[in-house]
Nanobody, 119 residues
Framework: QVRLVESGGGLVQPGGSLRLSCAAP???????????MGWYRQPPGKQRELVAD???????NYATSAKGRFTISRDNSKKTVRLQMNDLKPEDTAVYFC??????????WGQGTPVTVSS
């Protein structure tokens, strides 16, 4: 079992920024490096969707809605992954989940951190 601990959600005004963090404190680095680390979100009443993910060597993949506004990064030595979110919009309101994907989906999930974008 992989334990993922998320932090950084909260309430922000439109146009503002937030940075989400996810840590895998119980994994050794060599195991952490095997996972594609991703951020997903689940807006109210909707299905969970991919926001962005990153491989151990830094290759990134973004949802169209995230391109140009969000940046995903990982620090393998610290076993963490971050999502920098800029120019936030009300439609970004969702619970954000960290994911560690190994050989097969769905991988492992964190508990989720809520993000609310509202004036």
């Amino acid at each position: 079992q992989v334990r993922l601990v998320e932090s950084g959600g909260g309430l922000v005004q439109p146009g503002g920024s937030l940075r989400l963090s996810c840590a895998a404190p119980r994994l050794i680095t060599s195991v952490f490096n095997q996972y594609i680390m991703g951020w997903y979100r689940q807006p109210p009443g909707k299905q969970r969707e991919l926001v962005a993910d990153v491989t151990y060597n830094g290759r990134t993949n973004y949802a169209t809605s995230a391109k140009g506004r969000f940046t995903i990064s990982r620090d393998n030595s610290k076993k963490t992954v971050r999502l920098q979110m800029n120019d936030l919009k009300p439609e970004d309101t969702a619970v954000y989940f960290c994911n560690a994907l190994g050989d097969q989906p769905p991988g492992y999930w964190g508990q989720g951190t809520p993000v609310t974008v509202s004036s």
